[in-house]
């Protein structure tokens, strides 16, 4: 089973920029997805965006279009997410995962917590206003 290492978090002024890093501990298989995913206390975690490792289709929820990108690292088997242009309601643990995308066609479909079995511990991300 492939294990996720998050890394890239920290604390950041409101409109900075972070790029937080999700490596495997293995090779991510070609029919599976990698997605970024942020929990604050008390809330359920949410979707930021989601990859398919095979052929590199993304998805990026309204909360960060615009000021977010995802992007893979086939020889690496890394998958970074730029975030721009941070504000306060940004903070949050990001956390990655992969699991297979053989039962959708769409990366949007999959990407949701729910579909997603093999997790990160997460980067905490502060954005200070």
């Known amino acids: 089973q492939v294990q996720l290492v998050e890394s890239g978090g920290g604390l950041v002024q409101s409109g900075g920029s972070l790029r937080l890093s999700c490596a495997a501990s293995?090779?991510?298989?070609?029919?599976?997805?990698v997605g970024w995913f942020r929990q604050v206390p008390g809330k359920n975690r949410e979707k930021i965006s989601c990859i398919s490792w095979s052929d590199g289709s993304t998805y990026i929820a309204d909360s960060v279009k615009g000021r977010s990108t995802i992007s893979r690292d086939y020889a690496k088997n890394t998958v970074y997410l730029q975030l721009n242009s941070l504000k306060p309601e940004d903070t949050a643990v990001y956390y990655c995962?992969?699991?297979?995308?053989?039962?959708?066609?769409?990366?949007?479909?999959?990407?949701?917590?729910?579909?997603?079995?093999?997790w990160g511990q997460g980067t905490q991300v502060t954005v200070s206003s």
């Open positions: 995962a992969t699991d297979s995308i053989w039962w959708t066609s769409t990366i949007e479909t999959m990407c949701r917590p729910v579909n997603f079995h093999s």
């Open positions: 293995g090779f991510i298989p070609d029919g599976y997805a």
